[in-house]
């Protein structure tokens, strides 16, 4: 049987490592953030400033919303992590797999910062508050407009360049969920995004 190449980041298999013997400081927070695409998200959270303390791990996957959460839990086993995270969108999947896939990360003590439809979602409210439901295929030219020049999916600065309204996408964020009331189903209701948590988690452990 032909293995399939390990993804780019990806921890390596076996018994756990632990901290690395040359770093100069005990670790406060060790961070894996396992993401579907394989460029968008990881390129948006490695741009994360943290605490020479603090450990972060970003993977993309470019695996489907079920297999991902799969596979994170069979890499969460291989350190010691203290918070792991997957993202990952509603794409086109069927609605069981989408809800399945958060209720088996939860299981697991695994945080999911998902999007319904799509990771821009989290993007646009840096500009806005959205609660319209919003085609995956509409956001780069939503986005385009409000940046002054085109989007590009696998922008490597949009940390960088979003920023400055990242307070501003966190409220959007907590207004458009708290919008659903209790009985909120992630893969129904679009637009909705829990990314802003895995933010916050991150500017915890801010310089």
Excluded at 73 to 101: G, H, I, K, M
Excluded at 143 to 168: F, V
């Amino acid at each position: 049987m032909t293995r399939k190449p390990k993804p780019s980041g990806l921890p390596n298999k076996g018994k756990k490592q632990g901290r690395r013997p040359n770093d100069a400081l005990p670790l406060r927070a060790y961070f894996l953030i396992v993401c579907e695409g394989a460029k968008t998200e990881p390129y948006y959270f490695k741009r994360f400033r943290v605490k020479a303390e603090v450990k972060t791990e970003v993977v993309g996957m470019g695996d489907n919303t079920l297999s991902l959460v799969k596979r994170t839990c069979e890499l969460q086993e291989q350190e010691d992590y203290t918070e792991v995270w997957v993202v990952f969108d509603r794409d086109s999947f069927p609605p069981e797999q989408f809800n399945e896939a958060i209720r088996l990360a939860q299981r697991e003590g695994i945080h999911v910062a998902y999007s319904n439809e799509a990771f821009e979602i989290w993007y646009l409210l840096h500009f806005c508050y959205h609660d319209s439901a919003t085609s995956r295929d509409l956001y780069q030219q939503m986005l385009t407009e409000r940046l002054g020049y085109p989007y590009h999916k696998n922008d490597r600065r949009m940390y960088d360049k979003l920023l400055e309204y990242q307070s501003t996408a966190i409220r959007n964020a907590e207004r458009l969920l708290a919008s659903y009331g209790p009985q909120h189903n992630p893969e129904k209701d679009n637009p909705c995004t829990t990314v802003h948590k895995l933010v916050q988690a991150l500017n915890q452990h801010a310089p």
